[in-house]
């Protein structure tokens, strides 16, 4: 089975400052995906960053970034240049690519951005 | 292109009542994927399904639950003699699977149905 754990159910960044979220999975497959979500109080479920598990280089967009370690089963994101629109629930989520390609999530960091 | 939709937004249902929660898949996405999301939790899947086949149901309660994905029409996931630990808001997805493309699933807004 699939585990994604998320150590940190809240944290908070001032604005304009780079704060890091933590996840760790465990799984026995050798290939599949990583995703962060974001959840703003809309509710609406965001994509913000996608990582192959084939793909050594660490995955980029704009200011969200991951660190991407297989070995050690870990996927932190980090985000630059904090924004007030930043804030929001975020959720790590991993995909097996066999079978059914459900995505299994963790239980979320709450991230609140301080003006 | 017109993202994933889903209606209602927000159901209230009596206890005993029946839920029914409509998705409509991205334009020319054929897979489906319900998630529930209880309070304070993440999301955790329910069912997948294809165009008028169940796929995958492992995470549906055994009862009161049912889902389809008819040939024509939404998909639609449908609680029956809801009680109150049905309150939550439910997700779908839809994917593009098979077409080559990757295996990203884009969210609906999510149904929050409360139980009375």
């Known amino acids: 089975a699939q585990t994604v754990t998320q150590s940190q159910p809240e944290m908070s960044v001032q604005e304009a400052e780079t704060v890091t979220l933590s996840c760790t999975y465990d799984t026995s497959e050798n290939n599949y995906y990583l995703f962060w979500y974001k959840q703003p109080p809309s509710r609406q479920m965001i994509l913000v960053i996608r990582?192959?598990?084939?793909?050594?280089q660490n995955a980029t967009e704009n200011r969200f970034s991951v660190n991407f370690q297989k070995a050690a089963k870990s996927f932190s994101l980090k985000i630059s240049d904090s924004q007030l629109g930043d804030t929001a629930m975020y959720f790590c989520a991993f995909m097996k690519l066999t079978g059914a390609n459900n995505l299994f999530f963790g239980t979320g960091t709450r991230l609140t951005v301080i003006p | 292109n017109a993202g994933v939709m889903q209606n209602p937004r927000h159901l209230v249902r009596r206890r005993g009542q029946e839920a029914r929660l409509r998705c409509s898949p991205m334009?020319?996405?054929?897979?489906v994927y319900w998630y529930r999301q209880l309070p304070e939790e993440g999301l955790k899947f329910m069912v997948y399904?294809?165009?008028?086949?169940?796929?995958?149901e492992s995470g549906m309660p055994k009862e009161r639950f049912s889902a389809e994905f008819p040939k024509e029409g939404p998909s639609i996931l449908r609680i029956q003699q809801v009680v109150r630990g049905d309150s939550a808001a439910y997700f779908c997805?839809?994917?593009?699977?098979?077409?080559?493309?990757?295996?990203?699933?884009?969210f609906g807004p999510g149904t929050r149905l409360t139980v009375t």
């Open positions: 334009k020319g996405h054929s897979h």
């Open positions: 399904l294809q165009k008028e086949n169940i796929i995958d």
């Open positions: 997805a839809s994917s593009p699977k098979g077409s080559g493309w990757s295996y990203e699933q884009y």
């Open positions: 990582q192959e598990a084939y793909k050594q």
